[in-house]
């Protein structure tokens, strides 16, 4: 699944609480330290918490971009862990409502950026707002973040039924199965969703790896550490770092 230096790389969920965001991070963190240049963007328009997760306090963030008081570049952070980052900022609603102008415009910055990284990694968070719509039909491949429980499935296929939609050019698709039970439950809801997507929108996204469910990744959240520092050796560390060797292979 190699992707050329630059590539856009969206993360989404239909809902909240899959661990989009959590997966965005230490997917970052593990890239990163196997030697990639990585950008990690805070796209998640009003509910952006990157920075919280992190335990950072930004100075600039994408809302300070878009207000036209800042570059694009400047809002670049540095995690000493090895990535870099643009912060958003949680609250801000009316970011999901952005003109495509704007949006555009964003987009074309962050192209410029991106020629200096390996990946451009963005949270788009959960939701259909039509702003996040926009970004995922823009950006060169779309990973959807989807858990067991019925209700993340069902809005995790209305993701893919709006993006088939806005999309005018076909890119790859993916999905991580997070807080799986087992390797053997994330398979079958993998299949489940490829199914509903092979029947009805004559596409198939590819699996690209399961997380199992770990009580430590709640440890670190709430220490504000990325896990793959707190917890390198947890099962869920062990997932991650699978799935970052087939990024790069």
Not at 142 to 171: F, M, W
Not at 211 to 237: E, K, N
């Amino acid at each position: 699944m190699m992707h050329p230096p630059g590539t856009l790389l969206a993360s989404a969920s239909g809902k909240g609480g899959v661990g989009t965001t959590w997966f965005a991070i230490t997917r970052a963190h593990a890239l990163a330290a196997r030697g990639r240049r990585i950008l990690l963007v805070d796209a998640d328009f009003g509910l952006a918490n990157i920075d919280i997760q992190l335990g950072l306090m930004p100075e600039h963030d994408l809302a300070t971009v878009l207000a036209g008081s800042i570059a694009l570049a400047d809002a670049v952070m540095r995690h000493e862990v090895g990535f870099d980052i643009i912060p958003g900022r949680s609250g801000a609603q009316s970011l999901a409502t952005l003109p495509v102008g704007v949006l555009e415009a964003v987009l074309a910055s962050l192209r410029t950026l991106a020629s200096g990284y390996d990946l451009v990694l963005l949270d788009l968070g959960s939701g259909l707002a039509p702003a996040l719509r926009h970004l995922a039909a823009r950006v060169d491949a779309l990973l959807l973040v989807i858990t067991e429980e019925p209700t993340s499935l069902t809005d995790g296929y209305a993701v893919l039924k709006l993006h088939a939609q806005d999309c005018s050019r076909p890119i790859p698709l993916h999905v991580v199965v997070n807080q799986a039970t087992s390797p053997a439950s994330g398979q079958r809801i993998f299949a489940t969703i490829a199914q509903a997507c092979r029947r009805y929108l004559a596409t198939a996204p590819d699996l690209l790896g399961i997380i199992r469910r770990d009580d430590r990744v709640r440890d670190a959240i709430r220490r504000q550490t990325p896990l793959l520092r707190r917890h390198p050796a947890t099962i869920a560390a062990q997932d991650i770092e699978a799935i970052a060797a087939t990024i790069l292979t």
